[in-house]
């Protein structure tokens, strides 16, 4: 049955418009990358690699480093994206010709986001149980949820602290829910593989250096599993009648597919064979994060 997997993204792709969420899983239709999805996956990538140096030098000048480095190897390796970061400079002038005040005006809206970041929390008083951690569990036979974790910390008496990164603005209380969700999903996942219920579920927005928390209890969890087993029923029930409709929103202003939605005029392309159908993540996605993991190789500290 169909899918055979979801993630918060995806998952959140479906209750959000269903159009979308094919569009994505199914067609597997590229996105066109927006520069602050790129600059936020670079800002995952320093507060994941900053952990790397040791305490008392995790400081904000390194965080600037790190940030510099993985752009220019994703500018090696994706510079469709690093274009997005670096301008028109950057499609006039080989990588090692653009200007120091050039990189200057990269790093402007970066700057502050970094500092919010060293203002909210000190790196150097943290060693995390796990960074940027993949997970995957069946909840039900052929069905697994997964995802992966910014960064989990282990307090001195064992407690478990899920966190994660945004780059952006915390939510109004309205939306605090739904953000929130995305947490939950990493909850469940976590206690259902090693049977420990988290402590905390920590979403730290870099946007305004707002924390949003939350400690879920058991219950919290169940419920949150009933839901995603719902929402895989919804998927399904839409996968046999092939139909997936388009839900109207305000959000529909920053989507990528408006041209083939017919609530704008467009026409989806045919449907593919269900054969090739896949539960996978988004190839934009993919192709940031392993032109981020080459930085190592291609750019050594």
Avoid at 29 to 50: C, D, K, Q, W, Y
Avoid at 66 to 79: D, G, I, M, R, S
Avoid at 203 to 217: D, H, V
Wanted: aromatic content about 10%; charged content about 25%; proline content about 9%.
């Amino acid at each position: 049955m169909f899918p055979t997997s979801l993630s918060p993204s995806r998952s959140a792709d479906y209750q959000q418009c269903p159009l979308l969420y094919r569009f994505k899983t199914i067609d597997q239709l590229p996105e066109e990358p927006s520069i602050a999805a790129v600059r936020g996956t670079l800002v995952h990538s320093v507060l994941e690699n900053i952990f790397d140096a040791p305490a008392g030098k995790r400081t904000y000048e390194l965080a600037i480093s790190l940030f510099t480095t993985a752009l220019e190897a994703l500018a090696v390796n994706k510079p469709q994206e690093a274009a997005l970061i670096y301008g028109t400079a950057f499609e006039s002038e080989p990588l090692n010709l653009i200007s120091s005040d050039v990189v200057e005006k990269t790093l402007a809206p970066v700057r502050p986001l970094l500092e919010t970041y060293f203002a909210m929390e000190d790196p150097n008083r943290l060693e995390p149980h796990a960074r940027e951690l993949a997970l995957s569990v069946e909840l039900d036979e052929g069905f697994s949820i997964r995802g992966f974790i910014d960064r989990v910390d282990r307090t001195p008496s064992g407690d478990i602290r899920i966190v994660d990164y945004k780059s952006g603005k915390a939510p109004s209380p309205m939306y605090a829910e739904k953000a929130m969700f995305q947490m939950r999903f990493y909850g469940l996942a976590w206690w259902r593989i090693n049977g420990e219920l988290p402590r905390m579920l920590q979403l730290m927005y870099l946007g305004n250096r707002k924390f949003l928390r939350y400690e879920p209890t058991q219950n919290d969890l169940l419920i949150t599993e009933r839901k995603i087993l719902a929402l895989r029923s919804a998927i399904a029930h839409s996968s046999e009648q092939r139909s997936f409709l388009p839900t109207p929103s305000k959000l529909c202003g920053w989507c990528s597919f408006k041209p083939l939605c017919p609530e704008f005029g467009g026409a989806p392309p045919p449907l593919p064979e269900q054969s090739t159908w896949t539960s996978g993540s988004s190839l934009v996605e993919e192709s940031i994060k392993t032109a981020l993991e080459s930085v190592v190789n291609e750019f050594p500290q």
